[in-house]
């Protein structure tokens, strides 16, 4: 079992900047990929960033140049630096992680990933 719990959330003027957090407890060694979603109301949920054991990276192209994704696997912990924070990018923000060795293709999705966070919150001011 993995239990993941985000941190780090909270309100900030456009164009500030927020780190969030994700501690992993448990079986956390046999993950293979780490991600960050996001959902704001009335949407589906969507891939924001993902980095996998080895280091690699991706991100959706919203965020791109402005979001880096990093882990600390000594501590169990992901990490999102948020940069240039735009009001669009206001929403309940999740951590994911799977064991699976999936294809780079599938990262940013959903279903991708079996552990998940209950969310923070993250808003936006103009």
């Known amino acids: 079992q993995v239990q993941l719990v985000e941190s780090g959330g909270g309100s900030v003027q456009a164009g500030g900047s927020l780190r969030l957090s994700c501690a992993g407890y448990?079986?956390?060694?046999?993950?293979?990929?780490w991600a960050w979603f996001r959902q704001r109301p009335g949407k589906e949920r969507e891939g924001v960033a993902v980095i996998n054991r080895d280091g690699g990276t991706l991100y959706a192209d919203s965020v791109k140049g402005r979001f880096t994704i990093s882990q600390d696997n000594a501590k169990h912990t992901l990490y999102l630096q948020m940069n240039s924070l735009k009001p669009e990018d206001a929403a309940m923000y999740y951590c994911?992680?799977?064991?699976?060795?999936?294809?780079?293709?599938?990262?940013?999705?959903?279903?991708?990933?079996?552990?998940w966070g209950q969310g923070t919150q993250v808003t936006v001011s103009s």
């Open positions: 448990g079986y956390t060694y046999t993950t293979y990929l």
């Open positions: 994911a992680a799977d064991y699976r060795s999936l294809g780079v293709h599938s990262w940013l999705f959903e279903w991708a990933y079996k552990y």
